[in-house]
């Protein structure tokens, strides 16, 4: 396997000067266990210039890889040599990036010049702010903005804070955006924003009568340092990027995975200590000032009754455990919640989700999010991966984002009726 490697470093230069088609994604299919492991040790080499958008974990998941264009020979070869089959799922990566970016700049002008804001469209920090304060300027009744502290590089985090009225009741949190990359996460949560407010002034079930009872905390950017680094350029390394942008043990690679950050069996599988890889856990757990943010405003309140994070891509709705095979005490009910939810979301637009705990259905995670929450006794843990399955991946078309977050929307709805409807 290292003689692979290595002939995959060589073959990487030799090829450089004749590739000038961009980049690709590649969908490859591992058949057997030996595949698995061939894919893992690629993986496992941050020098190897490939993108892992999904990972090698059994052969019923195909592994999705941004290919650099001066590696594309040289990945190819390897596959052949180790007898793996792939299949190319996106031609031209810098296409979608230019595509998307064009479709940004037009719709900002247009907004402009309207004053109005698009909810078909992608959006940077700055104007999502700004729409934040806009919706709690006409929803004071209903809406205020908490800010939980900073980032690494100094930038404000809001939380949109739903509540009739009282101090630390029940209440649900949702979050978006914690890998940078993850757009449609953002995109949905604006929407969903917007939809919650809405529904309640105009009395439109169930939202009147959720937030008779709970609170809701919807924290539309949980990353605003990378996200803000993916708006930089339309480069694919500014716009795929998935972490924060700390300063880390190499000078050379910044961020941490903050997926992989939380006290929640830190340092176990699926989590890398090297500060290059894309799942860098972090020095220790809660090291990054993000993670410790939002975990303080939960532990701080101490009545969070369900914790739900939006992600992307693949299409699931999953439950704890992430670190572990292992089943969760409530196991049984996650996933009768989770599989009725997905069938809600599926009665928009026939949209197909699986259902099932992180660990079986898309990777060991150790140190996530849902895993923390749910540890901390907040039962109701899920945590949704977005459109779409792979024919855009992180680069989904702006077209999509209402119908992504409508019928999102179908699914969180009937878990928060759930949770209003089963306190504990």
Same mark, same amino acid.
């Given at each position: 396997?290292? /003689? ?20 690709? $994604? ?5 058949? @057997? ?46 596959? *052949? ?6 299949? $190319? ?26 004053? @109005? ?104 950017? #949980?990353?605003?340092?990378?996200? $803000? ?57 809660? @090291? ?8 303080? /405003? ?6 969070? *009754?369900?914790?739900?994070? /939006? ?71 899920? #945590? ?34 759930? $949770? ?5």
């Amino acid at each position: 396997m290292r /003689l692979y490697l290595a002939i995959f470093a060589l073959l990487a230069g030799v090829h450089c000067e004749e590739l000038i088609n961009g980049d690709k $994604v590649f969908r490859i299919h591992a058949e @057997s266990e030996s595949h698995i492991h061939a894919l893992k040790e690629l993986e496992r080499d941050v020098d190897s210039g490939l993108d892992f958008w999904t990972h090698a974990v059994s052969t019923e998941q195909p592994v999705d890889i941004r290919v650099p264009h001066s590696r594309l020979y040289a990945l190819k070869d390897f596959l *052949k040599k180790n007898n793996i089959p792939f299949t $190319v799922i996106i031609n031209n990566v810098q296409e979608l990036l230019v595509r998307e970016r064009e479709e940004m700049v037009r719709n900002a002008e247009v907004e402009r010049q309207t004053k @109005s804001f698009n909810f078909a469209a992608y959006h940077d920090l700055e104007t999502i702010y700004n729409f934040m304060d806009t919706l709690v300027a006409s929803h004071s009744n209903l809406i205020s903005k908490v800010n939980i502290g900073s980032t690494y590089e100094d930038r404000p985090m809001y939380v949109l804070k739903f509540s009739t009225g009282g101090e630390k009741r029940p209440a649900i949190w949702i979050d978006a955006g914690m890998h940078a990359r993850e757009w449609i996460s953002h995109a949905t949560a604006v929407w969903l924003a917007d939809r919650i407010a809405t529904d309640f002034k105009e009395n439109r079930a169930p939202v009147p009568s959720i937030l008779s009872k709970m609170d809701i905390y919807l924290m539309i950017v #949980a990353n605003p340092d990378g996200y $803000v680094f993916t708006h930089r350029s339309p480069n694919e390394f500014y716009r795929l990027w998935r972490k924060n942008r700390s300063a880390t043990s190499n000078p050379k690679c910044n961020g941490v995975d903050l997926n992989r950050n939380w006290d929640a069996e830190f340092s176990g599988p699926g989590a890398s200590d090297d500060p290059c890889a894309e799942h860098y856990r972090g020095p220790f757990a809660q @090291s990054e000032i993000e993670v410790q943010n939002i975990a303080d /405003l939960i532990m701080n309140h101490g009545n969070f *009754k369900s914790f739900m994070t /939006l992600h992307s891509y693949k299409q699931l709705l999953m439950y704890p455990y992430g670190y572990s095979g292992n089943d969760a005490p409530d196991r049984t009910e996650l996933h009768d919640v989770a599989t009725q939810a997905s069938r809600a979301l599926n009665s928009w637009h026939g949209t197909i989700y699986k259902v099932g705990s992180i660990f079986h259905i898309i990777e060991p995670a150790s140190g996530a999010s849902v895993d923390w929450a749910y540890q901390r006794g907040i039962k109701y843990s899920f #945590a949704f991966e977005l459109r779409d399955t792979g024919e855009y991946g992180f680069l989904l078309p702006a077209d999509q984002i209402v119908s992504t977050a409508r019928e999102t929307w179908y699914a969180l709805r009937y878990i928060m009726q759930y $949770v209003c409807d089963h306190p504990y």
